[in-house]
């Protein structure tokens, strides 16, 4: 599930509750507003990871709000609207907003466009990460700072230990590392010749990080060695 949250601000009820149940179904958090003002008082209390944020409402509408949240705030925000001319979505863009999106509109397109908004502001959040604390393998990204780690866009939740692992092999690229090795770095403690802890532990890492774990593309077994991570 996604975990992310989204603010959605439109003062039609009607598109809320529809925006709702497919978000909802994606595994989002949502906050609600039904205009500028409202996501304005949102945004004080609440950490929000993108906003949709209506153009036309009453008291404060979507292009005076924009310029507003991005005076401190650099979250994505798809701006919704009725009116399609060019102008007005430039209009709509030059305000601060990342995406457009005119009404009436597929949900499903929507969905879409708040993914690919999502990730491309997770990769922009990893970049700005100094580069020592960054690791990428392919589409592998390792944030040694904040503990965070994606596939692909994809934020994948691991254990501390499970995050020791990965960090070991992956700073240690193409050197194999026996299970004893492995669990006396990590657990900082004497290794028992019946402990099958580490390859439990690679497993769940390889079942989080893997779209085929029994192929692994990243943790590699070198078998009656240990593992590795390829350069």
């Not at 102008?87 to 466009?113: C, H, Q, W």
């Not at 580490?198 to 593992?227: A, C, F, N, S």
Request: overall charge negative; some cysteine.
């Amino acid at each position: 599930m996604a975990g992310e949250t989204i603010l959605l601000v439109d003062d039609e009820k009607e598109i809320l509750e529809l925006l709702e149940i497919y978000l909802k179904n994606e595994g989002y958090s949502l906050l609600l507003a039904s205009n500028g003002l409202e996501a304005l008082e949102v945004l004080r209390h609440k950490t929000v990871d993108l906003i949709i944020l209506d153009i036309m409402m009453p008291r404060m509408d979507g292009i005076q709000a924009c310029l507003k949240i991005r005076e401190e705030q650099h979250m994505p925000i798809i701006m919704l609207s009725a009116k399609s001319q060019d102008m007005d979505k430039i209009f709509g863009l030059s305000s601060g907003a990342d995406d457009y999106v005119t009404k009436p509109f597929n949900p499903l397109e929507l969905i879409a466009r708040v993914k690919s908004q999502l990730r491309r502001y997770k990769r922009l959040n990893v970049a700005a990460a100094p580069p020592e604390d960054v690791i990428e393998i392919d589409d592998l990204t390792i944030n040694t700072s904040t503990h965070e780690v994606h596939v692909d866009g994809r934020e994948v939740k691991l254990t501390p230990r499970e995050f020791a692992i990965l960090e070991l092999l992956a700073r240690n690229r193409g050197l194999v590392f026996s299970i004893q090795r492995i669990y006396e770095s990590v657990w900082n403690e004497a290794f028992y010749e019946s402990d099958n802890t580490v390859m439990v532990h690679i497993r769940k890492i390889r079942e989080k990080l893997e779209d085929t774990p029994r192929q692994p593309k990243y943790i590699k077994t070198v078998w009656g060695v240990g593992y590795k991570i390829e350069k």
